[in-house]
């Protein structure tokens, strides 16, 4: 399969422009020999992300020139060179190199050849100069030999602020530790803030690990592979570390120099405070798309403009008028907000094009022969979405890589071509974006899933499951069923994560498979997550928006409908299911018109295949919501996903169906929510 990358390369150029900018700005604020940690990597990310994209479309002399940059500020990160004053000129000299590189590229011109190569000598010559008298150089954390004897390892681990939100989980990667010989641990919560301020989702610890026995390096990075851009990692032999200290202890330091050590000391210790990844403030918009917003903008003026002139002199014989204006203005504002949500949009090629490289790579590494097809690519979304759902993806398509597409031998064994197929779709229904990963591997295998999750006490031996049940346990956290683990998969993390990241975004995540058929994971999200169609509902004086993707269908109850379980609350039988019932007003407070599940009515909502029915006083029009944060504006509250405002000026709170679904085995017999705590 090969795809035209040419379509990228302008978007390439003008995220390496801003990442230079990047550069430059933090070079400028960088502190001589007291540097902050953190503004050094943002530095290195910028060049890092320069040196991968300039290799993947070609640019081969920007990736060479960009190589020696990235070792520098590795070096500098990592603690083994100063950051001097000498070093941040150079490395501003670079950066306005690189930029006069990538115009010339842009604009088919001749390169600068000897300014490239002079400046690339002197990167050259300061790494020469510093790596002969260096000692700590000698312990390269990239390196992957280990000194003679060594039967232990530092490892320092501090995860970034995000690391959960891409799919790991610190604890298990220390349990994978201790597989590999006898580990002492040593927390740092000195980043760990306030109760009020704790953010359950982001990671704010770090760990000083001492693993003893005959574990190797490449055991050690192994286990670390799939989280070595998330976190601050140093790992070296004890012996090594050792000899280090004592070569540094032998000379006592001057006072000058014992500043400097102290400085980096504190520079170490700042990088573990964890910092959460800027995200992009900015958005390319086609001018097409501009013009169009400013013609709507005309059309609104000149609406505005005839309805103040009807107002100056108003009487009865201009109602029709006014009727018209008014219907004009609706028209001119509903076309304006089109306008403006496509502003946001972009094609999901953006999001599919990391996986033909990883679909190669991982292919040619497991042994396994896979074609990717991709469909949809240019189906749009929002841009708030599209960044928030890559890393989702990435763990599907792990995933169906190493669990569910089988070894060429097993395929052929199985009467199925050696060449397995994965497939990314991406379409439009209804209101919003469907995204599918298909492989036509093994499928599930429904009895180990169902045995593992017995052993690991996620569910009870005696429970009978039906297959679709038992697909949904892949999705619960810490399961997996890998028998050994690799650098691919295995550590038990990630598909939860997935999840509630699909689930943040106001979508969800349907698995299907057949034994010997293959797999499908299905992510249903919003188109955007600015406007949102909604059920307005009333309970007591208090408005709801219910989203109407939840909504199966609203009912009114009749007495043989309801029952009460025992220890579980208010059911209620819609056709052959039993589902529970909870009382908004008893989740959120207030005084609603009616207590009699008789006189009031039901909502059905559903989530990830589960249903409940939301009992409210009375249904009220569907409208589009632009929905405002609550954590942003408020706090985070406990089944809201938002708010918004309404015509009248009034705030009505949105309903977090999900975050319902998941608290609704909490309902008592009365309807309400047990209070944790």
Partial sequence: MTIDMSQFLETFYEESFEGLE?????????????????????IFRAAHSIKGG????????????????????????????????????????????????????????????????????????LLDSSSSSSTVQETDNSSKDVPAGAQSWHISFHPHVNLFKTGNDPVRILRELETLGELEVKMDSSALPEFNNLDPEESFLGWELELKGEATREAIDEVFAWVEDECDLTIMAAEAEAEVIHAEAEPEPEPEERSQTEGRSTASTQSRKPKAAAESTSIRVGIDKVDSVINL???????????????ESFDMSKVNSLIQGMEQLELNTRQLQEQVMRMRMMPINFAFQRFPRLVHDMSQKMGKNIELKMTGEQTELDKTV??????????????????????????????????????????????????????????????????????????PADIQLEPARI???????????????????GRGVG???????????????EVWSKPGHGSKFTIRLPLTLAILDGQTVSVGEEDYIIP????????????????????????????NEHLPIIRLHNVF?????????????????????????????????????????????????????????????????????????????????????????
């Fill in 495 to 509: 598909m939860d994560v997935v999840v509630r990241n699909i689930r943040s975004l106001g979508g969800s995540l």
């Fill in 297 to 311: 903008v005309g059309e609104l003026v000149i609406t505005q403009s005839m309805l103040s002139t009807l107002g």
């Fill in 22 to 42: 990047i550069m430059e700005t933090e070079l400028l604020a960088l502190d001589v020999g007291e540097a902050d940690s953190e503004t050094i990597n943002t």
């Fill in 589 to 677: 407070g207030g005084s609603p018109n009616t207590t009699d599940l008789i006189e009031g009515l039901l909502v059905v909502v559903e989530s990830d295949g589960r249903k409940i029915g939301l009992f409210v006083d009375e249904l009220k029009g569907q409208q589009q919501v632009v929905i405002k944060s609550l954590e942003v504006n408020y706090k985070r509250i406990e089944g809201i996903s938002g708010a918004t405002i309404l015509g009248d000026g009034s705030v009505a709170l949105i309903v977090d169906i999900p975050g319902l679904i998941s608290l609704s085995n909490q309902v008592t017999a009365t309807g309400r929510l047990k209070k944790s705590a």
């Fill in 54 to 125: 300039s290799g993947t479309f070609g640019l081969n002399a920007v990736a060479d020139f960009t190589h020696v940059m990235e070792t520098l500020l590795d070096e500098m990160r990592d603690g083994k060179r100063q950051v001097t004053e000498e070093a941040v000129n150079l490395l501003l000299t670079t950066v306005d190199v690189l930029r006069e590189m990538l115009t010339a590229l842009r604009e088919n011109t001749e390169l600068d050849s000897e300014r490239i190569k002079v400046t690339h000598d002197q990167l050259e010559e």
């Fill in 548 to 575: 109407l993707i939840s909504i199966i269908e609203s009912i009114q109850l009749t007495s043989d409908m309801l029952n009460i379980v025992v220890g579980k609350g208010e059911t209620f039988k819609l056709r």
């Fill in 386 to 459: 599209m960044e928030k759902i890559g890393d989702p993806l990435v763990h599907l398509v792990r995933n169906s890589l190493d669990h569910g597409i089988e070894s060429p031998e097993k395929r052929k064994e199985a009467g199925k071509p050696e060449t397995a197929t994965l497939r990314l779709n991406a379409y439009h229904q209804g209101g919003n974006i469907v995204i599918e990963v298909i492989d036509d591997g093994a499928g599930l295998n429904e009895e180990k899933i169902f045995a593992k999750a017995v052993e690991q006490g996620l569910v």
């Fill in 471 to 489: 697909h949904e346990l892949i999705l619960l956290p810490g399961f997996s069923t890998a028998d050994e683990v690799t650098d691919v998969s």
